[in-house]
């Protein structure tokens, strides 16, 4: 069975048998080595500029954990944009932690709309930060992040939280240029790795008024992850055959290992280009094969994911569908929550490949006109 879902997805063998290496010690040189192999590439993945004061870390926790420890160091007024379920987990893990949360509702299938945004900070604020999913796995909505950027960046002290769960590694993150104060992901979406382990990078004053807030606690203290990492430790004991997986995988995606026949030369972030130009066509091909089926998009124009399809089910019978898929060895998935059976969705994300998507319509395809 191939995994073409929302994430996880498909695993390299080659990263899979990193997964295997023998357990070291975390506090041993090797911990320290194995760190440091991650350090040059971890600034490409959220495109750190070359000035750039932010740092990046990595944690033994699942995104959501990340999500939370986010939260953890900023102060006490938030406004989260919700336009889907995991937008809508940050805004909940928000009120759950004690913050004075105010939800700007987006209507799912689509992003925030940069006036809107401006205007509840105008009217509500001032705020401490604002959380918004760049990509919610659960619509195929990607919110392009520049805009956002501006509007937050005419309230200097408001932080711009974001998740960046199916779009890092598959789309630009442009830390910097984003105006991101705290940028967070799992490693099972278009990293291509097992789940298990999150990444994060933090501004200098992200960090600076995360040490200002009390009660962070321990393990979710963002504070705690990001200095460790700088010192090369992790706080807890670490999923190092995970850090393993994820410290080759960075070091292929670097050095044009992941990209398609014809690009392999390309390396840096120029690689990483590659990658991200090879999600944008993957998504392209996919929108083209729906509409050759009078199937349309999910979400409106402008907002469709690079990494994760949605798209409305029209009169297709969507559970039928995706079990016409799984008999042939591809593993889609229904829609979300209340789309389901109205909507499927398609992740080709991570290595997937064109060669590979064909294949997969192809089977679509052949379950369309079995029907
Ligand atoms: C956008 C987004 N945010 C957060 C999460 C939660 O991630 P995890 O299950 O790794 O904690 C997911 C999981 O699919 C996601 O897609």
Redesign the pocket.
């Known amino acids: 069975m191939t995994l073409w879902i929302?994430?996880p997805t498909e695993v390299r063998e080659e990263i899979l048998a990193e997964c295997s290496r023998p357990a070291i010690g975390h506090r041993a040189p090797e911990m320290r080595e194995l760190i440091e192999r991650m350090d040059p590439h971890l600034p490409l993945a959220f495109g750190l500029s070359g000035d750039s004061t932010a740092q990046c870390a990595v944690h033994s926790v699942?995104?959501?954990?990340l999500?939370e420890a986010s939260l953890r160091g900023v102060g006490p007024r938030v406004l989260s944009v919700v336009n889907g379920a995991?937008s809508k987990?940050f805004r909940d893990m928000g009120e759950l932690i004690g913050k004075d949360v105010t939800t700007l509702d987006v209507a799912w299938g689509s992003g925030v709309a940069p006036d809107d945004l401006a205007r509840v900070l105008e009217q509500d604020g001032p705020f401490d930060a604002v959380t918004l999913?760049a990509?919610?796995?659960?619509t195929g909505v990607v919110t392009p992040l520049a805009p956002v950027a501006d509007v937050v960046r005419r309230h200097p002290g408001t932080l711009l939280l974001v998740?960046l769960?199916?779009y890092i590694a598959g789309a630009p993150v442009d830390f910097d240029a984003n105006g991101i104060d705290f940028g967070f992901a799992?490693v099972?979406?278009a990293f291509a790795l097992p789940?298990g382990i999150?990444v994060c990078a933090a501004s200098s004053r992200y960090m600076d008024a995360a040490r200002a807030q009390e009660h962070r606690g321990w393990a979710l203290d963002p504070v705690r992850v990001v200095e460790g990492h700088a010192q090369k430790k992790t706080p807890a004991t670490p999923c190092t055959p995970l850090y393993y997986a994820l410290a080759k995988q960075l070091e292929d995606i670097s050095a044009g290992v992941t990209l398609p026949e014809g690009e392999r030369d390309k390396t840096g972030a120029a690689a990483w280009d590659a990658r991200f130009a090879k999600h944008a066509r993957m998504r392209d091909r996919t929108l083209a094969w729906a509409s050759d089926h009078g199937l349309e998009p999910f979400p409106a124009e402008g907002f469709r994911s690079p990494t994760v399809s949605c798209i409305s089910s029209g009169d297709l019978d969507t559970a039928a569908f995706v079990a016409g898929l799984a008999e042939r060895g591809f593993r889609i998935s229904n829609g979300y929550g209340d789309l389901k059976g109205r909507t499927f969705r398609i992740g080709h994300m991570g290595d997937h490949d064109e060669p590979g998507l064909e294949r997969l319509l192809a089977a679509a395809d052949e379950v369309l006109a079995a029907r």
């Open positions: 929302p994430g699942s995104a959501s954990g999500m995991f987990r999913v990509n919610e796995t659960s998740d769960v199916s799992g099972q979406k789940p999150a």
